[in-house]
Antibody, heavy 119, light 107 residues
């Protein structure tokens, strides 16, 4: 059974950097694509980035392109999101979510980690 | 990029049928998926590929599509169905989009 656990959130100043992690406690991490989704306080869900099971295909939302980098280590069953040049509007709960087979939606979600960007 | 439009809120009484719509120009060509999020919790998928139900999701949840609109239908609504419902789809370029969300209130 896939279980995802995010970590790495915290308080950062504008312009700062942060790296989020998402660990799968199961044994199938290398078999599926995975994505980051965020939710600003009191707002809806926003897709951030997706990476394929091998890491060979990556997509970013325009709002983070050039500032955020998604990567994965299949040996450690871990997904990463390197966040640079942080802005106040990056403040959100960040969820990692497993892609369902065929990339038809996201069928397993972590509980989220909170990122706050403020001076 | 493209957009998905949902009504901000839907209210129904227990036992009635709730219908939540999601409109977008890309929907005739792309599948839509639905999620529910309850306060303080992570989202949960309730419908994928327009109308398929993941294992463990009650049969009262169903999905349909017509042209540029997909609809999530909850038959025999229960108090526990309250939450924020989001549709989601993607384009061929790898961009994914969520609708703005619909707050379902069970009166």
């Amino acid at each position: 059974e896939v279980q995802l656990l995010e970590s790495g959130g915290g308080l950062k100043q504008p312009g700062g950097s942060l790296r989020l992690s998402c660990v799968d406690s199961g044994f199938t991490f290398r078999t599926y694509g995975i994505t980051w989704v965020r939710q600003a306080p009191g707002k809806g869900l926003e897709w951030v980035s997706t990476i394929s099971n091998t890491g060979g295909t990556i997509y970013y939302a325009d709002s983070v392109k050039g500032r955020f980098t998604i990567s994965r280590d299949n040996f450690k069953s871990t997904l990463y999101l390197e966040m640079n040049s942080l802005r106040a509007e990056d403040t959100a709960v960040y969820y990692c979510a497993k892609l369902a087979p065929g990339a038809f939606g996201m069928d397993v979600w972590g509980q989220g980690t909170t990122v706050t960007v403020s001076s | 990029s493209f957009e998905l439009t949902q009504p901000p809120s839907v209210s129904v009484s227990p036992g009635q049928t709730a219908r939540i719509s999601c409109s977008g120009d890309a929907l005739p060509k792309q599948y839509a998926h639905w999620y529910v999020q309850k306060p303080g919790q992570a989202p949960v998928m309730v419908i994928f590929k327009d109308s398929e139900r993941p294992s463990g999701i009650p049969e009262r949840f169903s999905g349909s599509t017509s042209g540029t609109t997909v609809t999530l239908t909850i038959s025999g609504v229960k108090a526990e169905d309250e939450g924020d419902y989001y549709c989601q789809s993607g384009d061929t370029g790898g961009t994914w989009v969520f609708g703005g969300g619909t707050k379902l209130t069970v009166l």
